[in-house]
């Protein structure tokens, strides 16, 4: 292959959000003190999406410096995934990024989500994927949503509005993924009313305290619905 060098930075494109700042950092002092970026060029595809180098790329474009890059003809996105994973042992929010960077819808949604809502991505992968093996399928690039992403958006507004209702209860030790897992069973019950449940929550924070201090979300759940949610509520309204 081929080495070029250019100052066009803006031909390049960057799939991958930059999450280490201090590696980047270390590398900028290097250059200052000697730049040898022509000994490393960045690896491009053929749509000049980088395949490794984004760190050299931004270093070269903050000093106003040549970059000096290879286009392999035979990369892919998929390249891209496997060098990263291997090197920098990626998380799923590295994933995410990643996939919906590339455009794909699924993923554009879940970052929305994540964008409104202050909810794990890991709750949101595991509770609303149709896929099985649903983190490594996430992480393929396979996410589907196994409802209405408008759906999705109510159960998870009503589980951010449990959670912030919650907020005095839960500022004590508990277990999170539990709780949202909990919180998503009892906001989709058929018979689920939010506006009580939020008033109950008010009313009862000291019921709500003991209820989520248990370590499974089926624990969790009974206690609120029996302890908070059908306290003092006529048998018809109570949940089942």
């Known amino acids: ?47 000049f999406c980088i395949i490794d180098g984004q760190h050299r790329l931004q270093v070269a474009k903050e000093l106003g410096c040549e970059i000096y890059y290879v286009i392999d003809q035979d990369a892919s996105a998929h390249d891209i995934i496997l060098l990263n994973a291997n090197q920098k042992n990626w998380v799923i929010s590295d994933y995410l990024n990643f996939f919906e960077k590339s455009g794909n819808g699924e993923y554009v949604a879940v970052k929305k989500f994540m964008d409104c809502y202050d909810i794990p991505i890991s709750f949101i992968v595991s509770t609303f994927s149709s896929c099985d093996h649903k983190n490594a399928n996430f992480k393929k690039g396979l996410f589907k949503f196994n409802m209405d992403k408008e759906k999705v958006g109510r159960h998870l507004q009503r589980i951010q509005d449990l959670i912030t209702a919650s907020n005095t209860a839960i500022s004590r030790k508990f277990q999170f993924r539990a709780l949202y897992e909990a919180f998503f069973k009892m906001v989709t019950e058929p018979k689920y009313d939010h506006k009580t449940f939020l008033h109950k929550i008010k009313i009862y924070p000291k019921d709500v305290e003991k209820s989520i201090v248990f370590r499974e979300a089926v624990s969790i759940y009974d206690s609120l619905k029996k302890n908070v949610y059908n306290k003092s509520s006529k048998e018809d309204k109570c949940l089942e």
């Open 1 to 47: 292959m081929i080495i070029q060098k250019t100052k066009n930075y803006e031909k390049f494109k960057n799939l991958i959000v930059n999450r280490n700042s201090k590696s980047y950092q270390k590398l900028l002092a290097s250059v200052l003190e000697r730049n040898m970026l022509e000994t490393k060029p960045i690896h491009v595809d053929k749509d």
